[in-house]
């Protein structure tokens, strides 16, 4: 079975808003620059949507140099080079890792526009994948989302409505697999790209959260806990989507082909 890459999306700050491409260079921990840069708060915790949904309508660009921010919540945007600052001790959902800290400026402008105490942090150092031996910046547990236009066309249907695929903020669309083609898929594959696809991709209160305008309602969490609840390793989720890890590196493109394939997981 073949599929065609629908969309790429990176996203430099950690729940912040994304930033389609064309194409974008798959790394070990997934797109280039995605999850990158992370904002924290006091106590080294990250901050996600699930408590400040307003970071959706943060929309930051980065070119491996500086770091822009543009949103419609502060009157001038946040153009800052990245820095090699102090290294801090941080986590994501209780997981320890390290980012160097972006400085003062970055600091106050964020906190003043979120209403919160936070920091602004760049991944250093190294993290491991949950399972399959993969490493990641800072992403939840894995470097690389995917998700079909289908599924979500499905969902719609059912939950009679519109919902973006904003909301799913996948790194990578596909179509051509079918309404959770991907459900049964372990190997994407291009010309010089390969990903093996470990896992389901739980989902959150974020989901419910419009990426357009920050709202927050019960939907669509509600609509796909009525189909899409399953268990994976003892733990029951909404599932939607698929988590993978990259195997080999290249180059990645809209409108590429990629064969989609069943296999055994590698050992």
């Not at 620059?33 to 408590?51: A, I, K, T, W, Y």
């Not at 992403?139 to 799913?168: C, H, I, K, Q």
């Not at 898929?185 to 209160?205: F, N, Y």
Request: proline share 8%.
């Amino acid at each position: 079975m073949n599929a065609i890459v629908a969309g790429l999306n990176v996203f430099p700050i950690k729940s912040a808003g994304a930033v389609p491409v064309a194409e974008a260079e798959l790394t070990p921990d997934g797109l280039r620059h995605d999850r990158e840069f992370m904002l924290v708060r006091p106590n080294g915790r990250h901050l996600s949507q699930r408590e400040a949904p307003e970071l959706a309508l943060l929309h930051p660009a980065f070119d491996g140099v500086k770091l822009s921010v543009h949103t419609p919540l502060a009157p001038s945007p946040l153009v800052c080079e990245a820095v090699d600052g102090p290294a801090l001790d941080v986590t994501v959902h209780r997981r320890p890792c390290q980012g160097m800290d972006q400085g003062d400026d970055a600091a106050g402008w964020f906190s003043e526009i979120l209403g919160l105490p936070c920091r602004l942090v760049r991944f250093t150092g190294t993290r491991p994948t949950l399972l399959g031996g993969g490493t990641l910046t800072y992403a939840d547990g894995y470097p690389v989302s995917v998700l079909s236009a289908e599924s979500l066309d499905d969902l719609n249907r059912r939950a009679d409505a519109r919902f973006s695929m904003a909301r799913f903020r996948p790194n990578i669309v596909l179509r051509g697999l079918g309404p959770y083609g991907e459900d049964a898929v372990t190997r994407l594959r291009g010309d010089r790209v390969e990903i093996e696809l470990v896992r389901p991709c739980g989902r959150c209160v974020i989901v419910n959260t419009d990426q357009e305008t920050a709202r927050r309602s019960p939907e669509p969490l509600r609509a796909l806990a009525r189909y899409r609840t399953e268990r994976f390793a003892g733990v029951r989720e909404i599932m939607f989507g698929r988590l993978g890890i990259p195997r080999a590196l290249g180059a990645l493109h809209v409108d590429d082909e990629l064969s989609a394939t069943s296999e055994p997981a590698a050992s």
